[in-house]
């Protein structure tokens, strides 16, 4: 008889399980990830009871534990216990389970199952919690012979960390009554984190479902690094576990969809880029991360690199710890007030510096130098330690309208990658104008250039890159692109009050785009271009070097079309420079954009030249480089007009000497050389120019054809500019009696915009 009592309690129980266990099922649609139907012997005497258990593959489960204010008791076919004797819920008296996903999983429960019992005068109350509140709420309503608890709320979705659920009872008429749990399940799903359909893990050999891709988990449990035989990748989500280390290696990118989970390390290199696509990604840091940028060592303490944090949290101490304190700088554009338009702050206020504690702020640009020891030929790091920055990041622009010049803002590209100016000033075109000046320093400061210090630095050493016409490079001789490094500051020029945003949507997840930094050695980026532009480069025997850029591109005029085309030289009183001019505009230009229909055969720019040298130098204009079909395979002249000499570009380097001064039209460039051979030709018979020398040092100049004078400038054979005399009337008469040599140049502008050099001698 109690044999045949125990099997039909067997069997109604097996009975009832699959009844609960079916219920369950269509209970929110889940499944059992963690179940035990508590069969055998005496399983309440062990804690934690693991006997008959089956669980999901990918989590891990604690069995059945019991809580030190109850005591395990004898009973076959349930967990049973006692001690649930007091008159509330006591909070060593449970029952407890604890699930945790394995690392990339998440799970999303839909309900607990379970059936229980009490002896005839146990525990009458029961509570069940969970450690997501530290066990302070009750969860459902569970009874003593067991129910269905409703887990499909929001509070127990996407769990991706160890969770606990304890069952309480308490109430028993005295300590030897007890209760047992006869069965229960979790039911639910177990699957890769958040929107990710798989997990992937390194581990350290090779990824054991294959490698990552945008819809699967990345776990790095080993060390990695990407280079050529590992490889960049990409991953919907990236854990980093503790006790290892993945380094993206120059060249390489790592690019995350969604979240990041660093539990272990990340470091960046300096060519390396590190890249999240969704704004709403959360980056966790449990262990490190940091970024090194790596740049040449400085001759000198006086050369700065323009930087920007790529992580949070980071202070000026921690980046720069061997700098002197007083060469840490930022930019208050508050205080930059440039009334005169000499692009120098009036009151000298502009520069501050920086406090070592101050923490670096993302999106802000600071200066500094690497260290106070200096080791030509070696290389110096620059670290930024901390939670790598993500999402969208605003900075304060300001403007001030009395800054003719410009009302210069200083920012920097928050993020461990690259990311497209072009994109950037897309976002922001409202508040800053499309062109960034990136400091490149090569020039040595000097007491004879303006500015507020005893010394101060060239503006010369300023590369320059326009949205719609492209760069130049500045004294380094590196060319700027639409993609700025990750720690690289600029200057900008504000065009409203405001704020500009940086986005996920702006960084480059490739191998290339992060290699271009300045002060740093680089390797050039190679492309393929349609746009026809020209790059023009000055240098001497002495050290002078300055660059032109002449874009001929889509949307840009033959005028002054603004930053986002024309990029003016910088105001600065450089020993020599080069720029172009635009007609319609008084001031030099570094960057000039130009109508795609105005370029032909009868194309031709204007170039101006100054310098302050005043021993005697060798100048020389060369092409830097060419790119477009039409000029890549035309010849490229230039014109000196002071000297009445063409010269081929593409077949040599032209050279020359000046004497101190402002040459605004001695150079011409063409791309046919009957474009300047025949222009006084032309010009003599549309204009009809005559220069007939009068008595007593007069000489008078005419032109026909409803033509009329503009200007007339005259030099003598060393280039040195002796007058410059206004006019608007068809015939004029101007004394040279300054005059030393019989030969001079004039350069005669007419009312039609044509300007006609000519050679002439005085005989009286």
């Known amino acids: 008889m109690p044999n045949t009592i125990k099997q039909n309690y ?55 534990v019991r809580g030190i204010g109850a005591i395990g008791f004898t009973g076959n076919n349930g967990y049973y216990g006692r001690s649930w004797d007091t008159g509330s819920l006591d909070n060593t008296a449970y029952y407890g389970f604890t699930l945790t996903p394995n690392t990339g999983y998440e799970i999303d429960f839909v309900s607990f199952v379970y059936t229980g019992q009490a002896s005839g005068s146990g525990p009458n109350s029961v509570a069940f919690r969970s450690s997501l509140d530290s066990y302070a709420a009750d969860i459902g309503s569970p009874t003593i012979a067991g129910t269905t608890i409703d887990l499909s709320g929001a509070s127990y979705q996407n769990i991706d960390s160890a969770i606990t659920f304890r069952f309480y009872a308490w109430g028993a008429s005295d300590a030897n009554e007890t209760f047992s749990l006869d069965d229960f399940t979790f039911n639910g799903t177990v699957s890769a984190l958040g929107s990710c359909a798989t997990v992937t893990t390194w581990n350290g ?191 304060p622009i300001v403007y001030n309208a009395i800054n003719t010049t410009g009302s210069w803002n200083f920012i920097g590209n928050p993020y461990p990658s690259a990311i497209d100016f072009d994109a950037f000033h897309t976002a922001n075109s409202g508040v800053v104008a499309g062109a960034a000046y990136f400091w490149s320093q090569f020039t040595l400061p000097d007491n004879t250039i ?135 505009s008084d001031r030099s230009f570094a960057i000039q954009g130009k109508a795609e229909s105005s370029l032909d055969e009868n194309e031709t720019v204007q170039l101006g030249f100054k310098t302050n040298i005043e021993v005697a130098t060798l100048y020389t204009l060369s092409l830097a480089q060419v790119q477009g079909d039409f000029l890549s395979t035309s010849p490229i002249y230039i014109k000196d007009n002071l000297l009445d000499k063409v010269h081929d570009l593409t077949t ?69 500019a002796l007058y410059n005399f206004k006019t608007a009337s068809s015939s004029e008469t101007f004394n040279l009696s300054k005059l030393k040599s019989s030969v001079f140049i004039a350069k005669v502008e007419l009312s039609n915009g044509i300007t006609i050099s000519k050679k002439a001698v005085k005989k009286y």
């Open 10 to 64: 067997l069997i109604m129980k097996k009975i009832t399980y699959l009844i609960l266990l079916l219920i369950a099922f269509n209970f929110g649609y889940g499944q059992s990830i963690f179940d035990n139907p508590v069969t055998g012997t005496n399983p309440g005497l062990t804690n934690p009871y693991v006997a008959g258990q089956s669980f999901n593959s990918n989590i891990t489960v604690s069995g059945i």
């Open 652 to 720: 040599d380097d032209y050279t020359f000497t000046s004497e101190v001064g402002e040459f605004n039209g001695r150079f011409v460039i063409a791309y046919n050389s009957s474009a300047l051979l025949s222009t006084e030709d032309a010009l003599l018979s549309e204009g009809g120019l005559s220069i007939v020398e009068l008595e007593d040092d007069n000489v008078r100049f005419s032109v026909s054809n409803n033509v009329k004078l503009k200007s007339v400038k005259i030099y003598d054979l060393l280039g040195r």
């Open 205 to 395: 050999t090779s990824w054991d479902n294959g490698t990552p891709t945008s819809t699967a988990v990345a776990v790095i449990d080993a060390n990695y690094t990407t280079n050529v035989t590992n490889g960049s990748f990409s991953a919907c989500t990236l854990i980093v576990t503790s006790g290892n280390t993945l380094t993206v290696d120059n060249g390489y990118y790592v690019e995350v969809e969604n979240d990041v989970e660093v539990d272990g390390t990340i470091a960046v290199q300096t060519r390396g880029s590190f890249v999240q696509n969704d704004n709403g990604g959360t980056f966790t840091l449990n262990g490190s991360s940091y970024v090194n940028k790596e740049t040449p060592a400085k001759p000198q303490w006086w050369y700065y690199t323009y930087w920007s944090s790529p992580v949070s949290g980071e202070t000026i101490n921690g980046a720069f710890p061997s700098a002197p304190t007083d060469r840490r700088f930022y930019f208050n554009a508050s205080n930059y007030i440039d009334a005169d338009g000499d692009d120098i702050d009036d009151d000298g206020n502009d520069w501050r510096v920086a406090s070592g504690t101050d923490v670096l702020t993302p999106g802000v640009g600071y200066a500094a130098t690497a260290s106070t020891f200096h080791f030509p030929g070696g290389t110096e790091i620059v670290t930024f330690d901390g939670a790598f920055n993500t999402g969208n990041i605003s900075t």
């Open 450 to 584: 303006p500015g507020n210090e005893l010394s101060n630095f060239s503006q010369n050493d300023y590369a320059t890159y326009t949205v719609g016409s492209g760069g130049v490079a500045g004294a380094s001789g590196v060319i700027p692109d639409q993609y700025v490094p990750s720690g690289q500051a600029f200057f900008i020029a504000g065009l409203a009050n405001g704020n500009v945003t940086f986005t996920n949507a702006m960084r480059m997840a490739d191998g290339t785009s992060n290699a271009q930094f300045f002060k740093n050695t680089t390797t050039k980026k190679s492309g393929t271009y349609t746009a026809n532009k020209l790059w023009v480069n000055l240098t001497s025997d002495n050290g002078v070097y300055g660059q032109i850029l002449i874009a001929y591109v889509a949307g840009a005029t033959n005028n002054d079309d603004g930053l986002y085309y024309d990029a003016p030289r910088l105001p600065s009183d450089v020993s020599a420079t080069l720029y172009s001019k635009i007609e319609s």
